[in-house]
């Protein structure tokens, strides 16, 4: 059973840091893309950061790019995201999902359960 459970959400404030990892299993990491999405409430998702193959290649948004880095550690089966520089519009829940951005966002069975980010004074 493939399952990824993301962790590391809370409240922060403005300028502040948080790190999201999603701990993978029932899928061999580092072989399939990998990428984070996030969906603030009445919005669309949209896709934040992804990476070839756990490890690869790095791709992020116009939104969040010099601010975040994706990464991925194939010996723990666990995908990160390190954000640096929130802001409020960043406000949303957190979802790593299997696949690139192009699939994973018309397939919500491939997200995780999503973790909450709240960036607030």
């Known amino acids: 059973e493939v399952q990824l459970v993301e962790s590391g959400g809370g409240l922060v404030q403005p300028g502040g840091s948080l790190r999201l990892s999603c701990v993978t299993s029932?899928?061999?990491?580092?072989?399939?893309?990998m990428c984070w999405i996030r969906q603030a409430p009445g919005r669309e998702p949209e896709w934040v950061a992804a990476?070839?193959?756990?490890?690869?290649?790095?791709f992020y948004s116009d939104s969040v790019k010099g601010r975040f880095t994706i990464s991925g550690d194939i010996a723990k089966a666990t995908l990160y995201l390190q954000m640096n520089s929130l802001k409020p519009e960043d406000t949303a829940v957190y979802y790593c999902?299997?696949?690139?951005?192009?699939?994973?966002?018309?397939?919500?069975?491939?997200w995780g359960q999503g973790t909450q980010v709240t960036v607030s004074s």
């Open positions: 990476i070839d193959d756990g490890v690869g290649g790095k």
């Open positions: 999902a299997r696949g690139d951005p192009t699939e994973a966002l018309h397939h919500r069975e491939l």
């Open positions: 029932g899928f061999t990491f580092g072989s399939v893309d």
